[in-house]
């Protein structure tokens, strides 16, 4: 947990995007840290989000944000395909970084990502919030207390009704699709399972399906994988279903445990475990939002060293793993955004 008296962190914040007031600015008000400044492209946008959510001034551009000394901490919640250029630009510029999921456009860019993390010396974390919550604890929990068995399959399902069409998820040169907004969830929660399955899972095989009107981008992805003790993972993700499903199921030999919403535990904090043994029960882990258990995890690390799951390395992991998919799926690697100028 964070210490009372430790001094607040100074954050920067790249964008005005809509998840920004939950996945930042609720928990940095809850955890007392400091909104310094925050840059977009429309300026107008960024007074607005100023004024709206507390930021202490708007600077005039990115670039502008990221020469703020009193700026620290970065935070990266732009269109995908601008999430590699501007986590390198912040990395260069000495401050500790979180970026929204994926770290970057494909894994050669992360990769970059990570040379530059190692040579900046500061935090970088990609954003998978999910992994700080109770829920995925307790399920982390289940699965290593021998609860259920030897592991025999880890499925993730994550998937949303359709954006609207204009909405930059769908759009390939912003590095969109269904696997790098939603399956990148699907596959990290997976991979996460490696302890107890004897290593890293491998691809092995993948299908998707693709948008109408939008050649080469993804509208659902099913990808299918393998641990090295024999255990099977399957990662599913689908932008235009009926409804919002954010599910993980663990399965072992005596029994299973799983989650209706990983992703979102805030919304539904059941993990439901069912043996051969115990029959079913169904515990409750909390509410409070995985975005304010990652934040506090961040500020830990910046300010105390804390250990922490996700880094540099994590995250090129998990873009090598979307790469594999998208070509075992018929599909290319999202393409790299280079800034103007």
């Known amino acids: 947990m964070s210490e009372p008296d430790r001094e607040p962190l100074r954050i920067g914040i790249l964008g005005a995007a809509r998840i920004t007031e ?15 400044a925050v840059a977009a492209r429309d300026r107008s946008r960024a007074e607005a989000f100023a004024a709206a959510h507390g930021v202490e001034r708007v600077a ?19 269109a995908n395909g601008l999430h590699g250029p ?12 979180l970026s929204e999921k994926p770290s970057a456009s ?9 040379e530059a993390a190692a040579k900046a010396g500061t935090v970088f ?118 409804e919002l499903e954010m599910s993980c199921r663990i399965i072992g030999s005596r029994g299973e445990a799983s989650a209706p919403n990983f992703v979102l535990p805030q919304l539904d904090d059941r993990v439901v475990v069912r043996t051969e043994e115990q029959g079913e029960r ?26 922490l799951p996700l880094d540099a390395d ?3 992991a998990t873009m090598s793993l979307i790469d594999d998919s998208y070509r075992a799926a018929g599909f290319e690697p999202r393409p790299r955004t280079t800034l103007a100028g």
Request: include cysteine; charged fraction near 25%.
């Open 60 to 78: 005039a551009s990115y670039a502008d944000l990221l020469a703020d000394p009193e700026v620290e901490a970065v935070y990266n919640p732009l």
């Open 282 to 307: 169904t515990e409750r882990l909390g509410t409070r939002s995985s975005y304010t258990y990652q934040l506090e995890a961040f500020a830990d690390r910046v300010r105390g060293g804390s250990p």
């Open 125 to 242: 974390m990609e954003g998978f919030h999910y992994l700080f919550h109770p829920v995925t604890r307790r399920l982390h929990e289940i699965a290593a207390s021998g609860e259920l068995g030897e592991l025999r399959r880890m499925e993730a399902l994550v998937a949303i009704p359709a954006p609207e069409d204009s909405d930059p998820r769908w759009s390939l040169p912003l590095a969109g699709g269904a696997l790098m907004d939603l399956g990148c969830y699907s596959l990290h929660a997976v991979r996460m399972l490696a302890p107890w399955a004897g290593g890293a899972p491998r691809l092995v095989s993948a299908r998707g399906g693709e948008r109408a009107g939008a050649p080469g981008l993804d509208e659902w992805l099913d990808a299918e994988l393998a641990f090295p003790d024999g255990a099977t993972g399957s990662a599913r993700c689908h932008m235009a279903y009926g």
């Open 106 to 114: 494909n894994a050669e860019e992360a990769a970059e990502v990570r």
């Open 22 to 36: 939950r996945a930042l600015v609720d928990p940095a008000r809850a955890g007392g840290h400091r909104l310094v």
């Open 86 to 97: 501007w986590n390198l630009a912040a990395l260069a510029a000495g401050k500790h970084v």
């Open 314 to 316: 994590d995250a090129l």
